[in-house]
């Protein structure tokens, strides 16, 4: 059976937070469960999402460095890469004192019946689920648009971190965001929002590009890391960075040989991205000096 409760190996959140009050808007007809399972390839996967939530994995109160951060995992905006792009990261944040959040952004929906595929056999090609505007053209939520959806959902979440900033002991100018293929486009959406939205920082991991879309004048600091053999990315993230250096806004840039899209492919550089993160925010003070890395908890 798919369904099951979160694997045990993936410590709880301290805290579930639901972004909205009651069923949010555009979901009063979504009637199905989440679910969270392991894949057959041993990945973690959520999917489902119809109640968007944060969840929130706090840093040990010895070493909080009194910055946040909201993960936004990917997952071609049917799943959530839950382990690795959620609480794994959460767990690399946590270690140099960084709050973590982790968004659970509303999905487009998948029969849970389909069977899973199998390593080393062919599956059957299934239906696309979304045209390259966000629309969906299949299934129960056909005409809604999911980059509309999860830009609400992240909305949501950055606005509540914000409000409750002085409570959770958040310095002014320190809540940022980092984003994984899908979930780049939900942190490069706030990055690219009205101030009111925008993060402070925000990471664009394997994601796409501005879609030719002017760069906020005051844009926050922008964070890319890419795989040179990640066809679709690669190109996509060296635009992104491009049109935010010829915006003036502060960028940095990280195109590793090899790992892939997800960064799968080990010994590239590519799986150890996350010291290079936080050495961006040591370097712009959302880190203090002299704190460790975190490559060894990114899996």
């Known amino acids: 059976m798919l369904h099951a409760q979160t694997p045990a190996h993936l410590p709880p959140p301290a805290r579930v937070i639901s972004l909205y009050d009651d069923v949010a808007p555009g979901s009063e007809s979504w009637n199905w469960k989440e679910y969270t399972y392991v894949t057959l390839y041993g990945n973690t996967v959520t999917r489902n999402v119809v109640r968007p939530t944060l969840e929130f994995y706090p840093a040990d109160p010895a070493k909080f460095c009194h910055t946040a951060v909201i993960i936004a995992p990917g997952g071609g ?54 045209n390259d505007s966000g629309q969906i053209i299949w299934g129960p939520q056909s ?93 996509l993230s060296l635009n992104l960075f491009k049109s935010w250096r010829e915006a ?22 590519a799986d150890l991205f996350m010291d290079r993160f936080a050495e961006w925010m040591r370097t712009n003070g959302w880190l203090p000096p002299g704190t460790a890395g975190t490559g060894s908890k990114f899996r």
């Open 77 to 130: 905006f049917t799943d959530l890469m839950i382990k690795y792009e959620g609480v794994r990261t959460a767990e690399a944040l946590n270690a140099v004192g960084v709050d973590a959040f982790v968004l659970k952004y509303r999905l487009i929906y998948t029969d849970p019946s389909i069977p899973l595929p199998v390593p080393g056999q062919p599956t059957s090609p299934q239906p696309r689920k979304r």
């Open 143 to 235: 005409g809604q648009n999911i980059y509309e959806l999860s830009h609400a959902d992240a909305r949501r979440a950055i606005a509540w971190v914000k409000a409750n900033a002085d409570k959770l002991g958040i310095a002014p100018h320190h809540i940022g965001i980092i984003g994984f293929s899908a979930g780049a486009y939900v942190s490069l959406s706030l990055a690219m929002d009205e101030p009111t939205y925008r993060p402070d920082f925000a990471g664009v991991i394997y994601g796409p590009d501005n879609h030719g879309e002017a760069i906020p004048m005051d844009a926050p600091p922008i964070f890319v890391a890419v795989a040179a053999d990640d066809e679709w990315s690669a190109p």
């Open 248 to 269: 003036k806004r502060p960028a940095e840039i990280h195109v590793f040989q090899t790992g892939g899209h997800g960064f799968l492919h080990e010994g590239g550089g």
